[in-house]
């Protein structure tokens, strides 16, 4: 009997323990604040970019191959190094190339000889004809003579030309101006048409080649501005649209789009930077970034802090600007819309402005 004695007085207080830990464990009351960020409603300006980004290449930038075959015997130039059109970047064996030219060159000149032969007796004929001194037959062998020596002269020329070109590229002629910024061969390589020799960069200015898409492209223009930015540097730089496509890309719907920067000892060839094409300027628009803006059944809201609530008003959007949308009705400049906190929001929730 003592036992169920005590068990009935201690009855009470095992309630009054599990009633306040309950009471303890309860979520904070409803009338608690939630803390958001707010910003005030403005007509403000905003300006419109187009955004791309790409890398940079040389205003030439072109890999040389070679125009012959053999074994290369001195390079002139080293990577790095500048070259002119027409310089000469290093020499492949070519003395018997050397040796068809001395041939092609006094070919050329027995032809020259018999060219200029066969014109004196052409034109003695043509004059003794005249004066009937000659029959026509006599006329015809010597205009037969000239015609033929005028072939055999053209065709030594053309033969000399071949000879000293082949005698010129074996020397390995730079095609265009510019910096070696990659040279691929080396003295005693032997090389052979198509081979590659060494890649020329023009770096004095930079071509930034990237694209656009067909709802962007009517808004470029030849010479407007861009500004560059490469990661890691701060810097901005100025360019200019050099050139786009009025048709697209094969298979795309993207317009080829070059923007020309000068380097000013900082880009590079190779670099990928990003750009921005200022399309449009906007003043006194109401606008506030997407992210403010919650979505619910196909509508648009905002919310907006009165006092010590948040009011949640459906709004109706404009254009998209960027990162930016356009608002054009159901709120009003001055107003102070949530920006941060709005994810647990209701109509009339209270809330805390945080700062």
Same mark, same amino acid.
């Given at each position: ?17 599990? !009633?306040?830990? #309950? ?63 027409? $310089? ?6 070519? $003395? ?15 032809? $020259? ?26 006329? #015809? ?40 910024? #990659?040279?691929?061969?080396?003295? !005693?390589?032997?090389?052979?048409? !198509? ?55 094969? #298979? ?69 600007? !960027? ?33």
């Amino acid at each position: 009997m003592r036992k169920i004695y005590i068990f009935a007085l201690l009855v009470p207080f095992i309630i009054s323990a599990c !009633g306040k830990r #309950n009471t303890a464990t309860k979520g904070p009351a409803k009338d608690d604040k939630q803390a958001v960020m707010v910003e005030e409603l403005s007509l403000r300006p905003l300006d419109e970019f187009i955004s791309v980004s790409g890398k940079l290449e040389g205003i030439t930038d072109l890999t040389m191959s070679s125009e012959t075959a053999g074994r290369i015997l001195q390079l002139y130039k080293r990577l790095g190094d500048r070259v002119d059109k027409g $310089e000469r970047l290093g020499k492949v064996e070519n $003395e018997i190339l050397q040796i068809r030219l001395d041939q092609a060159e006094a070919a050329l000149l027995s032809a $020259e000889t018999s060219l200029d032969n066969a014109r004196r007796n052409l034109n003695y004929a043509e004059a003794s004809k005249t004066k009937n001194l000659i029959s026509d037959a006599e006329f #015809n062998t010597a205009l037969t003579a000239f015609k033929s020596a005028k072939a055999g002269f053209d065709g030594a020329k053309a033969a000399r030309e071949a000879a000293k070109l082949a005698y010129d590229n074996s020397y390995l002629l730079a095609p265009e101006s510019g910096i070696i910024s #990659n040279l691929m061969v080396s003295a !005693g390589q032997y090389i052979n048409p !198509g081979t590659p020799i060494a890649k020329i960069t023009d770096s004095s200015s930079l071509i930034l080649k990237t694209g656009v898409g067909e709802t962007q492209i009517g808004k470029l223009s030849k010479g407007q501005a861009a500004e560059i930015r490469y990661l890691g540097n701060e810097r901005k730089f100025n360019g200019r649209i050099r050139g786009f496509g009025i048709s697209p890309l094969t #298979n795309t719907a993207t317009y080829a789009v070059e923007i020309e920067v000068a380097p000013q000892g900082v880009l590079m060839p190779g670099m990928v930077v990003s750009a921005k094409i200022l399309t449009q300027r906007y003043q006194n628009l109401l606008y506030t970034a997407i992210p403010n803006i919650s979505k619910e059944f196909g509508k648009n809201y905002l919310y907006v802090v009165q006092g010590d609530k948040a009011i949640k008003k459906e709004v109706l959007l404009g254009k998209i600007i !960027g990162e930016n949308v356009e608002i054009l009705s159901g709120v009003e400049a001055g107003e102070m819309i949530v920006t941060t906190g709005s994810e647990n929001l209701e109509d009339g929730s209270p809330v805390q402005i945080r700062k």
